[in-house]
C-alpha cells in the first residue's frame, strides 16, 4: 500500500467557513479534500490527512503556541508515517495574518526550508518520496478574519509566485490553486465544501500524473514543476 501524507493548517483539517470564531465545525473527512484524494486513489492507498487549524510555515504564534509553527511538528510528524511515497505540503495562509508582520517572499523562504527538512528527514527511506507543495488560494479580508488578516489579500496575491519559485528551487512538484479554488465569501480564508472536491481532484490528477510519467514512487530525489 501506498501513503501519502498531507501536511497543512485549517484548510487540511477541514474546518467549514465561520462567522463566530468561538464555534469550529469541521466536514466529514469524505467531504474535504484529503477524503476526496483517498476516494479517487483507491485502496492501493492511504491517506493521511495532518491538518492543524493556525499551522504557519515555521512561525510560532505568540498568541496560540510555539507548536503552530509547521517545521517544528515536521520531524515528529514525519517519523510517526514513514515510509511515505508522497508528501504534500499546503502551508502560507496563516504565515499572512497582521501579527506575523511577513510577506509572500518570506513564505516562500519558509517552504523551501519545510521541503529541506523534509529531505533530510526521509533520507533513512529507501526510495524518496515526491514531495508536492500547494499553493494556497487567495484570501478576501471579509467577516470574522478581516481584522486577523488586514492586509493579507494584497500580499497572497504574490503566493503563487514565491512559493512556486522556492519549490522549483528545492526540486518539489508545486500546483497553484490561485485559479482553481477561491476562499469562501464568509470568512475569506476557508475553502467551501465545492472548493474541496475540486482540490482535491485536481490534486489525485496530478499524483496519479506523477505515478504514470515514472517521476514519483521511485528513487527519485527532485521533482517537476506543475502551475505557475
Given amino acids: 500500500m501506498k501513503s501519502v501524507l498531507c501536511y497543512g493548517d485549517s484548510n487540511t483539517w477541514g474546518v467549514v467557513p465561520m462567522t463566530d470564531l468561538r464555534e469550529k465545525r469541521r466536514f466529514d473527512f469524505y467531504a474535504r479534500w484529503p477524503g476526496v484524494l483517498q476516494q479517487l486513489l483507491g485502496q492501493e492507498w492511504r491517506v493521511i490527512d495532518e491538518g492543524l487549524p493556525g499551522r504557519t510555515t515555521v512561525w510560532p504564534d505568540p498568541l496560540r503556541g510555539r507548536h503552530m509553527s509547521g517545521v517544528d511538528y515536521l520531524q515528529p510528524c514525519l517519523e510517526s508515517h514513514q515510509p511515505l511515497d508522497v508528501i504534500i505540503v499546503m502551508l502560507g ?6 501579527r506575523f508582520n511577513v510577506d509572500a517572499e518570506d513564505v516562500g523562504q519558509g517552504i523551501e526550508l519545510l521541503i529541506d527538512q523534509t529531505r533530510n528527514l526521509t533520507r533513512s527511506q529507501k526510495i524518496a518520496p515526491t514531495i ?48 482553481l479554488v477561491s476562499s469562501s465569501s464568509v470568512d475569506g480564508v476557508h475553502l467551501e465544501q465545492s472548493q474541496h472536491e475540486i482540490l482535491g481532484r485536481a490534486v489525485a490528477d496530478l499524483v496519479m500524473d506523477e505515478g504514470a510519467n515514472g517521476l514519483s514512487f521511485s528513487a527519485r530525489t527532485s521533482g517537476g514543476s506543475c502551475g505557475a
Fill in 93 to 98: 495562509t496563516n504565515d499572512l495574518k497582521k
Fill in 132 to 179: 508536492i507543495v500547494i499553493g494556497p488560494p487567495t484570501i478576501i479580508e471579509v467577516g470574522v478574519f478581516a481584522r486577523i488578516f488586514a492586509g493579507a489579500h494584497a500580499k497572497s496575491l504574490g503566493l503563487p509566485s514565491a512559493i512556486g519559485k522556492y519549490a522549483r528551487y528545492s526540486g518539489a512538484v508545486f500546483l497553484d490553486t490561485s485559479n
